[in-house]
């Protein structure tokens, strides 16, 4: 048994012996040892090790190169979104595009998916169609919300239903497919492989939710800005569900503010969710998801080895790490 | 037994059967449709199913989704190569990144290259892994060769070797990638895959030195604008092999020619070639490389029903098609 800092330690080293920094040429190579070494969580690669763990009996490592292998894609995702949202900073460093160009974050964001594809399949060559299918599967999903959350930025309408479909695909599939990814490789059969893709896509909803509402009702002694997706006018389930609840008069003030850009745009947008209500709202919502989650979960606790999946997210929830 | 003719019209109606034009997101779809609706000459795909039918002796349809995932994988690179390359026109139309935009042209860009990989293993289950292990190598050169590319337009002292190395990444390792694949997934052992790779891999430097030839030294009757590579100050084969063998005056010219830009540079740089017979250079050169594949195919034929191949590339080097 090996406790999460293990875990974690180990897909540290094993980033690492990819010696990706060694290869050539290094204008490739180096921004993709670079994306990967602005060392996040690794909550994804701990999942699917979790998983293949739960299903299979087995030692989790030796489902590391498949573990990496989603952490690789992760962070293709990274360096091309951050072309696409003109972002200059990630974990606190210069994004790609910025610390070389645009055209070496394209070349290398596209090199860390192809390099992804064989980590994926190369220790499970019985179930290597399976698997590329379903990462086949997860990797276009991801590709769709991220379409999904540019158009919708465009959108005069946005719906609550296009805003909870667009974050299950861009930030819930890929949880989703750590679970999913992980217990086919341990062999799970159709139906298990289901609900542990279910129960990750419904945590990564919750998740995400949690993050938009934060964003506007951070809890104490949160250091991060408040209201970053108010000044953006980001289409979150807050405005949405804002939007929705407005008598015609606070409508108009939500459609004023988002036209405007003074100091106090937070802070009424903010009033305005008060007087809605929103963070109850959302909270009802999350806990929906979570409680799916639950379910699932105790299902999954019937016929694998659930206990060491299920305290690693409960110290994720409780933001411990 | 399928003519070419056949086998395209057949690779034609399986691209359209992928139904890609119905799928949504429509700005994630539409642009990967219409990449491919910008019809080739579908030489990658053909060649896959005529390996895949060499070494199985079956029907080549049967290899019809992993040669369509060859197609999708060069359309994939086109995409992202035309943004790298600022082009604005690819097959007489418009390029994604100009139709749609940057963003749109990334995002299809990477959804193309996610949706080959299933196409790759999903027929060949018992093959899988090592179908991907070579997939995931070819791909990597490819977006190595862009790089060694983009990398040797900036450097001062590029070599002839630096340069084959270059094509033989950018262009010729996918259709070595066609043949290895194809055979692959018919059931070679290591060693015939092996030589397939070389085949193809020598076949396409051959054919890369001959379009670079050609923009120089055209055919009667070709149609396209003589010395486009020379306006460009491209370091193709021509020019670095010209600086190797100029003495300092002829040196001192191509410098010169290089820096201006003048109507008459594309003469001056070819009487430049012509003085140090450029042309038979690189014709020699042509010859060795389809010398080494006529070897390897000899080889082939005495292992595998090698006849359509071999007969479909005799097609493809007379230009017929």
New interface residues.
């Given amino acids: 048994m090996y406790n999460t800092t293990e875990l974690k330690a180990a897909v540290e080293q094993h980033i690492e012996n990819l010696g990706l920094d060694q290869r ?2 290094a ?2 190579y180096q921004p993709m040892a670079y994306i990967l070494s602005l060392k996040g969580k690794r909550i994804r690669p701990i999942l699917t090790l979790l998983a293949y763990q739960a299903v299979s009996g087995a030692n989790p490592m030796k489902a590391m190169n498949l573990a990496v292998a989603v952490e690789v894609f992760h962070n ?1 995702t990274l360096v ?1 979104d951050d ?2 949202d003109r972002a200059p900073v990630r974990r606190g460093n210069a994004t790609v595009h910025i610390k070389w160009n645009e ?2 974050a ?6 860390l ?3 992804s ?2 980590l ?3 220790d ?2 019985e179930r ?3 698997l ?2 379903e ?3 997860v ?2 999903a991801v ?2 919300g ?3 959350d ?2 919708l930025a465009l959108q005069e309408h946005a719906t609550i239903p296009d805003y909870l479909e667009m974050i299950r695909k861009k930030t819930a599939v890929l949880l989703g497919g750590c679970m999913s990814l992980g217990s086919l490789a341990g062999g799970a059969d159709e139906e298990i492989v289901g609900q542990f893709r279910e129960f990750g896509e419904s945590l990564g909803i919750g998740f995400q939710l949690q993050d938009d509402l934060m964003d506007a009702f951070p809890p104490e002694g949160f250091g991060k800005q408040v209201g970053g997706d108010i000044i953006e006018n980001k289409k979150t389930y807050l405005l949405l569900k804002a939007q929705e609840l407005a008598d015609p008069s606070q409508r108009k003030t939500i459609a004023a503010l988002m036209a405007e850009n003074s100091d106090s745009k937070v802070e009424k947008m903010l009033e305005i969710f008060r007087q809605l209500d929103i963070e109850s709202h959302t909270q009802a919502l999350i806990h929906r998801y979570f409680e799916k989650a639950k379910y699932l979960g105790q299902a999954l606790s019937q016929k694998t080895h659930f206990e060491p999946l299920r305290s690693y997210l409960q110290e994720i929830a409780s933001r411990k790490i």
């Fill in positions: 050539k040429p204008n490739l293709f091309h072309i696409m055209n070496i394209i070349l290398s964001g596209d090199a998916l192809a390099f594809m064989d994926v399949t190369g499970f060559p290597a169609a399976p590329m299918k990462y086949t599967r990797s276009l590709c769709e991220q379409m999904e540019m158009d």
